[in-house]
């Protein structure tokens, strides 16, 4: 399989063979802002370095420490500095993991469960980085005879070893371990216990007695994006879920805070590539 060098790439050639794909990066790619997408994302640092805002939990990213993402999660990079960030993206479609399991073995679990820890972090120790690294080189290295098979093997091996950890692992809880401003923490908690209401950053500016400049300010300065790009990220993200389990378009659109339709159609149909009618009839078919 070949190695790409760009996550966007890497996420359509996923969703095009709905397999996985692999990017290796050395260098920095501009950051994307908030987002969600229609597969999995497994992220692993090599170099460490930066933060993880990840709905509304933040990480720090230390070398060997793999994030586990769904694609109803909405997540940045944040704290972007000067060193080079050397990373592993892969991303994976659903239906493959899905279609990998057993019905003794469920690959889906650390993507899905978020009921065991509420985190999407491992911190791999050295032997487990060794194993981790041998097999993307293995899978990236495949050609020949069998290449195929060798690289769904090797990717199999991968996501075994990856749930075992999870299922071993209480796995690391969101910290703050880089000094954001603690408000920050306050104001991303009222977002996500509102986040069906109708809110606004001058409600958010009273509720927290600041002015809207400051609470502004703040919040970008802390997660590297606006408060209206979060919330408008989150409530896609709701949505999508929604959609997935079946709910009418009329229903996702409301219960996922939305207050104008159109609105909501052209966020989410920028968002997800496709309108909200047509996710929901892909993911129900």
Known sequence: MQELTSCKTAIENCLATKTFSIAH???????MDMHIHD??????????????????????????????????????LTQID???HDRIV????PDFVKMLSSDETNLDEC???????????????????????YYINKITSAEGFAHDIIEKTAFTELLVMINSL??????EVATS????????????SYINNNISQPLSTTELAEKFYMSESYICRIFKAATGTTINKYITARRISIAKSLLNTGMSVSEAYEKSGFTDY?????AFTKAVGCSPKKYANISVS
Do not use: W
């Open 177 to 188: 371990s880089y000094k954001y401003n603690h408000q920050v923490d306050d104001i991303l």
């Open 90 to 93: 892969l991303s994976v479609h």
């Open 82 to 84: 000067s060193m080079v």
């Open 39 to 76: 597969c999995y994302e497994l992220y692993y640092s090599i170099s460490g370095g930066k933060q993880f805002l990840i709905d509304n939990c933040f990480y720090s990213i230390a070398p060997g420490d793999l994030f586990i993402i769904n694609q109803y999660e909405s997540h940045k």
């Open 166 to 171: 999870f299922k071993a692992s209480t796995m």
């Open 25 to 31: 990066l050395y260098k920095e790619e501009k950051a």
């Open 262 to 266: 159109s609105n909501f159609f052209k």
């Open 111 to 133: 993507f899905t469960n978020r009921t065991q820890t509420g985190s999407h972090k491992l911190s791999l120790e050295k032997e487990q980085q060794t194993r981790f690294l």
